[in-house]
């Protein structure tokens, strides 16, 4: 409501501003805001913002769909458990999947042959774009750019 609007027959400003200021104290104590700081109103602003307004609500909803049974690092580890069979037998990568299988206290058994297969090539082809990466970074640092950042953790000493 624009206080200029306001007709003040009646002392209706003045009513106003008083609820007003009764009504403020309150609102800052409830969102846990101190009204002497500099950002409080914005602060304010954005809590009502919040809480009040549809498309700035955050929802914490679960993903849909499966919950991922492959961790964090298994392809590496499958990726390096297939080469050694490939290397040791001289079989292909579906028959050396289907070997590490077989293997007693294996880890590969419970999974079928088409998900290790699935995701060796998954994880081969994040080794060949992490090889790139560590390449490009290298060319870049040959010719005197400052890596900093992400890029230039590629180039520690293991890479």
């Known amino acids: 409501m624009d206080m200029d609007q306001i007709?003040?027959?009646?002392?209706?400003?003045?009513?106003?501003?008083?609820?007003v200021a009764e009504k403020l104290p309150p609102l800052f104590e409830h969102y846990k805001i101190d009204p002497r700081?500099?950002?409080s109103w914005g602060k304010l602003a954005l809590r009502l913002a919040w809480e009040h307004v549809p498309g700035l609500q955050l929802a914490f909803r679960p993903k849909p769909?499966?919950?991922?049974?492959?961790?964090?690092g298994l392809g590496d580890e499958l990726v390096r458990a297939?080469?050694?069979?490939?290397?040791?037998?001289?079989?292909?990568?579906?028959?050396?999947?289907?070997e590490l299988k077989t293997e007693p206290g294996g880890i590969w058994g419970p999974y079928s042959v088409e998900?290790?297969?699935?995701?060796?090539?998954?994880?081969?082809?994040?080794?060949e774009q992490f090889r790139k990466l560590v390449e490009e970074a290298r060319e870049l640092r040959a010719r005197g750019h400052v890596l900093d950042g992400l890029l230039g953790l590629l180039l520690t000493d293991e890479n």
């Open 82 to 98: 297939v080469e050694d069979v490939k290397s040791r037998t001289g079989k292909g990568t579906e028959d050396a999947i289907a």
């Open 37 to 39: 700081d500099e950002q």
């Open 65 to 72: 769909g499966r919950k991922p049974t492959w961790k964090t």
């Open 7 to 19: 007709d003040d027959e009646g002392g209706l400003k003045e009513m106003w501003q008083t609820r």
């Open 115 to 127: 998900n290790p297969g699935a995701r060796y090539r998954e994880a081969k082809r994040h080794r």
